[in-house]
């Protein structure tokens, strides 16, 4: 059964840091671009961060560049996001998915499996 699942999400104040983790199994993933998306309240999914499956190439959304880094460890068959100087804006449930090529991409659609989320809180 293939099956990716989130954690490391959580409450923290305005300007701190969390790292999200997404561990994969019952599937080889190293072979496949990785991602990372959002959902605020009331909001749409939303594309946050991608990574190529080697990790040589990663893509982030504007809001969020220069304050998050995704990271991969193929070994693991897991995927980071690490997120510092947080928002409230950044309030949300965050997805990882994997892809169905070894490239990243920001399209919802190209990502076969998806992860049950996390919540992210921050406070003002």
């Known amino acids: 059964q293939v099956q990716l699942v989130e954690s490391g999400g959580g409450l923290v104040q305005a300007g701190g840091s969390l790292r999200l983790s997404c561990a994969a199994s019952g599937r080889t993933f190293s072979r496949y671009g990785r991602g990372w998306f959002r959902q605020a309240p009331g909001k749409e999914r939303e594309f946050v961060a991608s990574?190529?499956?080697?990790?040589?190439?990663?893509y982030y959304v504007d809001s969020v560049k220069g304050r998050f880094t995704i990271s991969r460890d193929n070994a693991k068959n897991t995927v980071y996001l690490q997120m510092n100087s947080l928002k409230p804006d950044d309030t949300a449930v965050y997805y990882c998915a994997s892809s169905n090529s070894s490239s990243y991409s920001i399209h919802q659609s190209d990502y076969r499996y998806w992860g049950q989320g996390t919540q992210v809180t921050v406070s003002s």
């Open positions: 990574i190529t499956w080697l990790g040589g190439s990663t």
